[in-house]
């Protein structure tokens, strides 16, 4: 007797496939024997697509956010996103709260830690060097191993005031420190010059906003991929898209992916003004305008699976494997006219929407407001 049997999923090459869920964990895969047991049985008789969860690996939802702030459900599993990860709202002081808010979350959340121990207090957070503690982030990271997972330092501008690059060799210090844990960079306003950080960054370590419009962006006027960015990216730096109110261009990542400059993961720098403002919404509106930007839905689709759990080191997540968690997104993939706004304020007309219809975190099943109108299940 399994838990769940999923039949008849449809997967992004168009194959059906059969699922059963044991403890929390993918038990068997493939075309099941039809006398197989379970205390649930969905039937999706390949109408709808199945992939393993989605992953959010850029988001904010740390409720007591003084500035960037939201609900881990209402950006994961009602949303068919079943794992967030809050991208340093957070530091040493206001971890522990933290994870003990996301502890009654039907969502998988895990956390980027601040490399300033008072997170998103205030926009300059590291624009006081003493507000980078070594030991104190080290203390944070022992205390949550297996909810940090990684650390955050936002390089730019407004952020580190006077402080130029040396917040970033404070983070690859903190980084080597703590058994070279994912650093994910925050690019914007100069400065510190895109150059500096990206030549700083090793293997592993990930540029979030990497298609913003800024000036400080990947690509140099001319619409070439920055020198530096290109070494970068050669030993191995992953690119996120890290979307948010102010951080994507169409017109940059159009060029860039006409160039092949891919991103690693497809992420949404989500909060609650963004989500119910725009130009985000969701995960699922993210990933749609990049049909637009020239990727195809199974490129896509891994963006947020499996190069996503593999940039967070994320082990039992993003693949639909035995063995693997019993995390699974349900979605359709729909013909619908929509206006697409990015962060400039510049729009696209796109024809496709993909529309999350369920959420399923280890064997359990969360419907989205979608999948409730189609009576998915």
């Known amino acids: 007797m399994y838990d ?3 039949k008849q999923g449809k997967r992004v090459d168009g194959s059906l496939i059969d699922i059963a869920v044991k403890d929390g964990k993918i038990a068997l895969i493939g075309q099941l024997d039809s006398d197989l047991t379970a205390t649930r049985i969905l039937d999706l008789n390949g109408r709808y697509y199945l992939s393993a969860g989605w992953i959010d690996s850029h988001t904010h939802c740390y409720p007591s956010s003084p500035i960037y702030n939201d609900e881990p459900d209402l950006v994961g599993v009602s949303s068919g996103v079943t794992t967030v990860v809050d991208a340093g709202s957070t530091g040493a ?11 009654a979350a039907k969502t998988n959340v895990y956390a980027f830690l601040n490399i300033s121990r008072i ?8 624009g006081d060097m003493n507000d980078i503690d070594d030991a104190l982030a080290h203390k944070a990271i022992g205390d949550h191993k297996g909810f940090v997972i990684g650390i955050k330092a936002r390089m730019s501008g407004s952020v580190v005031q006077d402080n130029g690059i040396r917040p970033l060799v ?31 960054l090793t293997r592993g370590d990930i540029i979030t906003h990497c298609y913003n419009g800024k000036p400080n962006r990947i ?8 020198a530096a960015v290109k070494r970068a990216l050669d030993r191995g730096v992953l690119l996120d898209v890290g979307h948010g109110s102010a951080s994507f261009s169409f017109d940059v990542a159009e060029i860039a992916i006409r160039q092949g400059i891919y991103p690693n993961t497809i992420s949404s720098d989500i909060y609650c003004k963004n989500r ?11 990933m749609s305008k990049f049909f637009i930007a020239g990727l195809s839905l199974a490129q896509i689709i891994d963006c947020v699976t499996v190069n996503a759990a593999q940039a967070l080191r994320l082990e039992n997540k993003g693949r639909l494997e035995v063995g693997c968690d019993a995390d699974f997104t349900l979605f359709a993939v729909e013909a619908q006219p929509q206006v697409f706004a990015d962060s400039e304020q510049q729009t696209r007309n796109g024809q496709t929407m993909i529309l999350p219809l369920a959420a399923i975190v280890a064997g359990q ?3 989205t407001q ?6 998915v299940f």
């Open 93 to 103: 002081d206001d971890i522990d709260e933290f994870y003990r808010l996301t502890r």
């Open 170 to 200: 404070r983070a690859k210090e903190i980084q080597a420190q703590n058994g070279g844990l994912p650093l994910m960079v925050h690019v914007g306003n100069n400065p510190p010059n895109l150059d500096d950080i990206a030549d700083l």
């Open 365 to 367: 099943p969360v419907l």
């Open 276 to 286: 119910i403002k725009g130009p985000v919404y969701s995960l699922a509106y993210v």
């Open 219 to 226: 690509l140099t006027p001319e619409g070439e991929l920055r």
């Open 119 to 126: 997170g998103l207090l205030r926009q300059n957070e590291l």
């Open 4 to 6: 769940l049997i999923i």
């Open 370 to 375: 979608d999948g409730e109108s189609k009576h």
